[in-house]
């Protein structure tokens, strides 16, 4: 794995998701996924779900592990920043339960993106349809996204407009409305009456 570079204007992060599955109460659901923690990873970007740790007879739960990339490009180092300020920075994992029609997954889930964008996290909350798993923006991966953000991000200075000197009121014949529009008499005239 090449080291990461936090002025290039497109990185592809290498990181591990580390998933729990535990039984659920619900009778419509198997099991309930979780998500642990989002580490640096390997690099081998091996998007399967991988079981670490078997449930034992006193603890249904198992852990899986998970390898995919973080997306950072400086044309959402505003998104980022929002981010970073927050009160709750985070990052954001996706999981996509298998569709009807959808061929079935090993384990009816996958991973269908780690984010760190709020802006694109809307987006899937709106469409309601994928498990959106938060996980406190911590650690190396934090520490890379703020030297992201300091290559990147380019604050808007706020200009206030100026008016333009020639007022178009002004040369306005009272009662006539736009001078642009042809009238032929008071737009403000009462309507006539039907007979």
Not at 22 to 31: A, L, P
Not at 87 to 100: E, F, M, W
Not at 126 to 133: A, L, M, Y
Not at 150 to 158: D, G, L, Q, S
């Amino acid at each position: 794995m090449s080291e990461l570079k936090a002025n290039l204007k497109h990185v592809l992060m290498p990181v591990r998701v580390i998933l729990k599955r535990s039984e659920s109460d619900n009778q419509w659901i198997k099991y309930n996924w979780s998500v642990i923690d989002v580490l640096p990873g390997s690099g081998n970007n091996n998007s399967m779900i991988t079981r670490i740790l078997d449930g034992d007879i006193n603890n249904d739960e198992e852990l899986f592990k998970v390898e995919t990339e973080i997306d950072l490009h400086r044309a959402e180092a505003e998104a980022y920043v929002e981010n970073l300020v927050s009160t709750d920075p985070s990052i954001y994992v996706i999981l996509r339960p298998d569709a009807p029609d959808d061929t079935p997954s090993e384990y009816g889930i996958i991973l269908d993106s780690v984010c760190l964008s709020p802006y694109i996290i809307q987006d899937y909350e709106d469409i309601g349809e994928d498990q959106i798993e938060k996980v406190a923006l911590k650690g190396p991966i934090a520490k890379f996204l703020e030297d992201f953000v300091k290559n990147h991000f380019k604050p808007v200075e706020f200009k206030k407009r100026q008016r333009d000197k020639k007022h178009i009121t002004d040369k306005v014949e009272e009662g006539k409305g736009d001078p642009r529009v042809r009238q032929i008499a008071d737009v403000f005239r009462a309507p006539k009456k039907k007979n």
